[in-house]
């Protein structure tokens, strides 16, 4: 049986827990899916993909370090990808032009809302980090219609420029991170970690005043045993304390629907990358 080509493009990749996930979809829908890994270093991007896609490959996921040059790849950029600056999911339509999407705010939005009983819309959220991957789930995380969003970053000027590009949708508050200390008069609803620091294990010197029992925070990234950011979020009696596997399940299921047209059930797959993960934890 043909199977139609795709793949998860990145560099490094080998990590990349994308194939098993599309498998899971692939199987669950009976479509013939065959989902690779396809390693390519910065300065062969742009050929790899124009030679995946000439020899009749279907779609590609983008993760770091592409998402920027996947975007300006595109020649054409879905509504979620337009401001986003970033594309996670690559196609061709059917003019045979390159599309680029971005799910990465639709799966963490899904993940929150609809697989942990979270509400965004009227919450008060502070959002951490002002680089890629915040800028590429702002235009979800505003659609929720949140009370408020405070960005809080390293460098200020950084995180202003971010609010810039969102003012007309959004009147985002931005901050340092010393400036957390006395800004807020009562702990936000959510606070989500978009910092690259979660990769490495670490995190921003943050208040331990910025969380209470009302408190819920996400991380955007996961690692095997939770991550730095959870566990401060436990050690300070957080409503909850999630991270990214349902956020990466979510968005490769959005990607999957655009590719298939076919909404794959996210739950046990979510459950097998949990499990995955505490397994690799355990050794």
């Known amino acids: 049986m043909h199977k139609d080509r795709y793949a998860v493009t990145g560099y490094p990749v080998s990590h990349s827990q994308s194939p098993m996930i599309h498998g899971h979809f692939a199987s669950q829908t009976g479509e013939a899916v065959d989902y690779q890994k396809l390693p390519l270093h910065p300065d ?6 124009k030679q995946f896609f000439s020899q009749g490959g279907k779609g590609l996921n983008v993760t770091v370090p592409h998402k920027e040059s996947a975007w300006q790849m595109a020649a054409i950029h ?46 008060n959220l502070l959002v951490l980090g002002a680089g890629g991957a915040v800028r590429g789930v702002l235009p979800v995380l505003i659609a929720a219609q949140p009370a408020s969003i405070v960005i809080a970053n390293r460098t200020l000027a950084r995180a202003e420029a971010l609010a810039e590009l969102f003012a007309d949708l959004f009147p985002i508050t931005v901050l340092s991170y010393q400036q957390l200390d006395s800004a807020f008069s009562r702990a936000p609803e959510w606070i989500i970690n978009g910092t690259a620091a979660g990769l490495s294990g670490e995190m921003p010197e943050l208040p331990d005043t910025l969380v209470d029992q009302h408190t819920a925070c996400y991380d955007m990234v996961y690692a095997p045993g939770g991550t730095v950011f959870q566990r401060w979020a436990e050690s300070l ?47």
């Not at 349902?246 to 097998?272: C, H, N, Y």
């Open 44 to 49: 062969e991007f742009e050929s790899g993909v």
């Open 78 to 123: 879905a509504p979620a990808a337009e401001r986003a600056g970033a594309v996670n999911t690559l196609y061709l339509n059917q003019e045979g032009e390159l599309v680029g999407d971005n799910t990465d705010g639709v799966g963490m939005v899904r993940d929150i809302e609809h697989n942990h009983g979270g509400n965004l819309k009227g919450a």
């Open 237 to 283: 009696g957080a409503n909850k304390s999630l991270d990214g596997t349902g956020m990466l399940v979510e968005q490769a299921a959005e990607s999957f629907r655009i590719w298939r047209g076919k909404m794959p059930d996210t739950k046990p797959v979510i459950a097998e990358l949990q499990k995955a993960l505490f397994q690799s934890s355990a050794k």
